[in-house]
């Protein structure tokens, strides 16, 4: 519908640009016709250029209609003055025979798409479609005159073409700019304006004209200029017409304005006065021309802006949607793994298993922790890549570091065989601050690597430390095996994402491919860098290095695993997955606690009214009241239940879902998968404390 209508008024408009063309060539005919036969004066000839940018401008159908309105004026007006037959045939005809040939060539060189953008588009239809058509029907009218009329050859060739050419450069252009509507966008003003601006003009010349010795002429310019600013191309147009309709009855009355010398001959001040109008058109329409332009792009610059954000808004959202899909697919595979790894544990403590079962049982424990560390790495790295990443820096002594990494790989180095070594270059006992913990992240990847695609010979870990400055030391680190290397090729992905050295890596090794990838992030946060070198089939060195500040702080050493006794403690634990509470009550039970357990934040609640439990291990998704609206209940209970350490045990392990924990009134957060250890760490740190300070 809207389209209908759009191009309703689009119809309307061309029906309108039109019929009005039509009426100013009529007029046009009737002045100059009026002013020849008053003043004896050849005029300048505004009708072709009307016609040509009609042509040009309007639709086809629209083209003719103006074309065949405005010779019926033309021979009405010959009509009304007198005209013989012969010249009421030959002017018209030679006039059309110009308009055809303009458009024709402008038609030919400029295709459809003609409109006129800038001065340089003006200069170009005049200088290359009007002057070559004036040029050739002048010499025909030139010819006719001397057949038909008996007049002399030169000088109506010399009439003709001033008068048509100087009429051209002035209606062809304003007639295109009048008609384009793109011009009229960026200077929409209100019909008030208009008037005024083109009142003020109207006075102006006025003034200029009114009296010979003052020369007010020069204010004309200014004021057209101005009115362009203000009102575009259009204005301009409009504008010299203004100064053309005030101007030239003045001059035929006989003003003589400072700009025309008062002895010169009325043929001679029209002509001045006729190139001082030309002038100043075209040059506030090259003005114009350039605003439209520049507001032209302003527009396309605002609509890509606003484009550029919706794509942004859009693609933000995608990536917001990517980051809860991984957060909740990595929720989903952390529920089960709590169970698998769990009984896997809690069967491989039992005595009675034979040998083979025990085997079995160790490889779906490495199993479940090869995917676990899968889903860690995918998570590690969206956090990665949405800047969710926080330092944890602390004084930390980085040759203990590496050492302890060591030893953590030896196990596996041991398995296969290989040599594993240190060689430190270095001060001692100098702690330097750095998250321990990334560090620690990114030299076990690297170390792991080295143990996976080596298979016989030694994996070497070089620490170099050499002070860059006060203050701040040079730290590199190298890990260097005698495994499979890595073709030159492939070196240049190894850092991307998802990436492996060959596809037949993931079947022979396992892995995402994405653990160097997440070196290289947590790397370059830290302003390190990382890199490699290796030769096929001989072995690769991986490097890292950075530079961090030393500190006079002792370095915290690794807490050594506390040994707490957690025989007798009451426990609760909830959590609405029954094998999620069977493996947790298995493994607390095993330890020597007394666990009750609910499935549910309302049966939670009102069991720890009821008991005195040391502390609760609380679910935190659960349906109807969930772990933390239950920890907010039990925070408002009165008594002592109120202050029973809650601790959290989730597959939500991001850091904003522990502060949401933290928050609630919880006290701890245990993730899941649940490390043995991690669980037993937490909840006799906590009951200690607790009475601890019940007994204080
Ligand atoms: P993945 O989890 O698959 O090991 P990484 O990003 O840690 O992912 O490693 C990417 C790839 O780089 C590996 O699959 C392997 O092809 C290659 N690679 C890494 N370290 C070594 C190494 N020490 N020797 C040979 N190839 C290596």
Known sequence: MAGWLDLQ???????????????VFTVCAILTKVINDVTGVPTIWLGNGLLVGGLLALRPRWGVVMLVLSMFGDVMVDLFTGRSLKAMIVYPGLDLIETLLAVWIARRFWASSLRLKNIR????????????????????????????????????????????????????PATMVILDPRHNRAFQRSLGEHMAFYGGLAGVVFLAFLQPTSPLSFLIFPALILATFRLGPRGAAFGA????????????????????????????????????????????????????KQASLRRLLVRRDRIARAARAKALAANEAKGQFLANMSHEIRTPLNSILGFTRLLSDRQDLPSDVQRQLRLIDQSGESLLTVVNDVLDFSRMEAGQIEL??????????????LAIVACDALAKGLDLRLEYDGPVGQAHLIDDRRARQVLLNLLNNAIKFTAAGSVTLRLKIAPLKPGIDDIRVEVADTGVGIAPAAQENLFRRFSQADSSVSRSYGGSGLGLAICKGLMELVGGRIGVTSTLGQGSTFWIEGRARTTAASARAAEPPAAFDLTGVRLLLVDDHPMNREVGAALLTAAGCVVDTAESGEEAVALAAGKPYAAILMDVHMPGMDGLAATRVIRGLDGPAAHIPIIAMSADALPQHVAKCLEAGMVDHVAKPIRREDLFAKVGRWTAAESKSRAA
């Open 241 to 292: 017409a203004v100064v053309a309709a005030v101007a030239l009855p003045m001059t035929l009355q006989g003003a003589a304005p400072a700009l025309l010398n008062d002895r010169w001959a009325l043929v001679d001040r029209l002509q001045v006065l006729h190139l001082f109008i030309v002038t100043v058109f075209i040059t506030s329409l090259a003005a114009a021309l350039e605003l439209s």
């Open 392 to 405: 944890d820096i602390r004084p930390t002594d980085m040759r203990r570091l590496v050492e302890d990494a």
């Open 9 to 23: 008024t689009d119809e309307r408009d061309q029906a309108v640009g039109a019929c009005a063309l039509a009426a």
């Open 121 to 172: 588009d003006v200069i170009s239809i005049l200088a290359f479609a009007c002057i070559p058509a004036v040029a050739i029907v002048g010499a025909l009218a030139g010819l006719a005159n001397v057949l038909f009329f008996g007049r002399e050859f030169l000088i109506s060739y010399r009439v003709w073409f001033f008068a048509d050419l100087l009429g051209v450069c002035m209606t062809l």
